[in-house]
């Protein structure tokens, strides 16, 4: 595999919680935002050695910049990054969380308490609950907000 990266890389620091971590650090180089995102996720994501997850369960929705400000108007919070093309990515968890679902447990499934994007398994549950789960909050976060909401794993 060849990776073709250009010499001219300039990092993307307008996620909040990423500026906050690296503080005053003006001009971070590569490392220092690893470590950052590294420390970000550590504290955000569970252990699959303590408990099963997949990460980040869905992907964060692409909206127009009518329906975003559409949005914006009822819910002034709403988390949303604007996009070179002109449309705005939601935060999914943001979504989620909104609906309810940040730590629900729902049998042997359910959302991880310290982030709503994270499905969990406690064990003895199956796949089918686990998909079941995701589609109750895509349906939820659907009429609630008129945004849906996808998977990002790729389910076989």
Not at 53 to 82: I, T, W
Not at 87 to 111: E, H, S, Y
Request: proline content about 7%.
């Amino acid at each position: 595999m060849t990776f073709r990266l250009p010499r001219d890389w300039q990092p993307v620091l307008a996620y909040g919680e990423l500026a906050r971590e690296l503080g005053a650090n003006a001009a971070p180089d590569a490392t220092a935002i690893r470590d950052a995102v590294i420390a970000i996720r550590s504290r955000k994501l569970p252990d699959p050695a303590q408990i099963g997850n997949a990460g980040s369960f869905f992907k964060n929705p692409l909206v127009s910049a009518e329906q975003r400000d559409a949005l914006l108007a009822s819910h002034p919070d709403l988390v949303s990054y604007a996009q070179p093309d002109g449309t705005f990515k939601l935060a999914a968890g943001w979504l989620i969380d909104r609906c309810g679902f940040k730590g629900l447990n729902d049998g042997p499934v359910g959302v991880y308490g310290k982030q709503a994007l994270v499905l969990v398994h406690h064990g003895g549950g199956t796949g089918a609950a686990l998909l079941a789960l995701a589609g109750r909050i895509a349906d939820t976060v659907q009429a609630r907000f008129g945004v849906r909401i996808e998977p990002e794993p790729v389910v076989l």
